[in-house]
């Protein structure tokens, strides 16, 4: 998971949409569930959606906004407040807008061409349809060439969806937020408890290319957020009882912290010369905070898989050019590999 | 001229599809349904051409209701992304009227 405090933390919390700085052993993070995939079933005008997890301790309030009649667009305005104590939902992280009320308006784009029929080799589907109803005669997915195709010339598969489909499948988008985040701390020297609200924002674009079994993606999101100052023993002056007069505090105000991230990446799992998919998979990703510049390599390179094929571990090749040691090898185990963000 | 109805009921993360019928885009609406003129006549036999495109993880689905507007229903298989093409799915499915 992403460390409080790392470049990770700061990559990740625009609003789950981008990719991290290296971390040892720290699995590279998706995007967030809030994905295109929201749009099936949402009707063309707006509606109001309620979903609340015990996970995250947030309400979610979401208005799907009009687009017209295209599924490629989606508009939405997210509203979350912290539900499960305000305690909880202010840790001493970088995550500020993740944890506080926060507003996002969200525009997306996912454009996908239509197969091109003019492309398809005919050879090839009717070689696998014929190949197709031999053996299966009274499945009538066999009228689909991309049935036959995958199942009796796997091999040619991927190659033949790079026919149909030659330009792939686009996914871009903006999302803007608006934070407001609570701050407890202490006067160091008299204990007095102080209480401090501040207003956080972010901005950021992304934009990913998909095709058969690879993606190329690109980011950036600037955020300017507060973050509580680290805990710390705090005492009275001069006390004689230290056990019952000490307590873990914030001595300090909260600080403003910037962060402008740019990032660019791939994703591509491997197939073996028969078609089917081999055990490894690479994520490499750059990643350059403009504010701190820092430049960052993370190359997770999979090969473990688990129980259901889906690969889970590997190893991971790091660089931070802030780091003494700015090169890293580590071994990890985490979220399962996949294409899609 | 035929006017087919086009119903689609994505499932499994499905993010994004598109179709087309003998060369020609099907509009289709938020509600996943769309409408398309072909060349022949209902329950004529003439045989045509459905492409469809898809982006989603590997096993999510596509299932098609079309019916022809003589009300008879045109067989279609349902379609889906398999792993070794993730995240995309594509090809052509032959139907007649």
Redesign the interface.
Known sequence: MIRPGSLAAAAALIAGTFLALPAAAEPVPGRAAD???D??G???GAELQFAAGTDDKNATFRLALP?G????DSFALILATPIAGLKDAKPASLDALANGSRATLRWGH?G????Q??A?PREL?DEA?SACSAAEPHN??C?????A??KYK?AE??RY?AH??PV??T?YGIDATVGINDFDWSDPHTLIPQKVRHTDWSIAAHIDH????A?LSASIAYQRAYQAADEQLLCPAGTANPAADCKMGRAAAPTRKESLLLSAGGRY?F?KAD???SNLAVAPLVTFDAIKSVWGVDVPVYFVPDKD?SLTGGIRFGYRSDRKDKFTVSAFVGAAF???Q | MAILTIKAS?SG????????ID?R?V??????SGTASVAGDCQDRSSH?L???????AGAKLDFSISCDDGSQI???G?EI??????????????QL
Do not use: C, W
């Open positions: 994905t295109p995939a749009r099936f949402v009707p063309a687009t009649a295209s599924q490629a996912f996908l061409p239509p197969s029929d003019r398809a589907e349809k009538n997915q009228s689909d060439s991309g049935y195709i995958h796997l598969y991927r969806l149909i489909l792939g499948a996914d998909y095709i058969p079994g993606a799992r197939t078609g089917t998919l094929g996949s294409i899609l | 994505p993360g499905l993010r994004r599809y598109t179709l087309s060369g885009v509009s289709m609406h938020a509600d996943n051409r492409g469809y495109a898809m982006v989603g993880p067989d279609v298989p379609v398999y792993p070794e093409g993730e995240p995309l799915g594509g090809g052509f499915i032959e139907f």
